[in-house]
């Protein structure tokens, strides 16, 4: 049996003040904020986390996983410091998407789905992110979008990411 964690305050006043925005007998309708909550504190959807946040909103923990592995902003394997998903669906590909997508995966040696040896990269595919005109189009840590992403400009972003992620 999966055991549950101690989240922190922070991350259950998230999830508290999400519950109370439905009525009592529908707090299950905030398992997504409850999940981002988790995963920004955990850093990833742990079995732990689903176990976790199904027990708060009473919810069968199947139920909590399906949501978890049905939306892929929700990270169910470990990823690296940085999640990097790039639109790789099809007006994206017509509009440099796929040179945007092989040239991350020359540069930082990974395919799709996988982290950097160093821990620094996860490189993700995307599905459209509603900015098909600014393409390519990537997505930082489910947050932060960057469009019109050339080989130039993907080059930028990874060294300040490296960057950062050695100062943090
Ligand atoms: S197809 Fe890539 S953002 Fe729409």
């Known amino acids: 049996m999966t055991t549950t964690l101690q989240l922190s305050e922070k991350t259950l006043a998230d999830i508290a003040r999400n519950i109370a925005k439905y009525p009592p007998e529908q707090k299950q ?9 988790a995963q920004t504190e955990i850093g990833w959807v742990s079995p732990e986390v689903i176990e976790t946040i199904a027990n708060i909103l009473e919810m069968p923990t199947i139920a909590v996983d399906e949501v978890a ?13 940085y999640k990097l998903v790039i639109c790789t669906n099809l007006p994206c590909q017509l509009t440099h998407g796929e040179t945007a997508a092989t040239h991350l995966k020359e ?51 990874l060294n300040d990411l490296r960057a950062e992620g050695k100062s943090a």
Do not use: Q
């Open 29 to 37: 309708s905030a398992v997504m904020a409850a999940l981002i909550a």
């Open 69 to 81: 592995t049905f939306y892929n902003m929700y990270d169910t394997k470990l990823v690296g410091k």
């Open 107 to 157: 540069t930082l040696g990974i395919g799709f789905n996988e982290t950097t040896p160093c821990g620094t990269f996860t490189l993700k595919e995307g599905e459209c992110m509603g900015a098909c005109g600014d393409s390519p189009v990537m997505l930082v840590n489910n947050k932060h979008m960057c469009s019109f992403m050339s080989n130039e400009k993907i080059d930028a972003l």
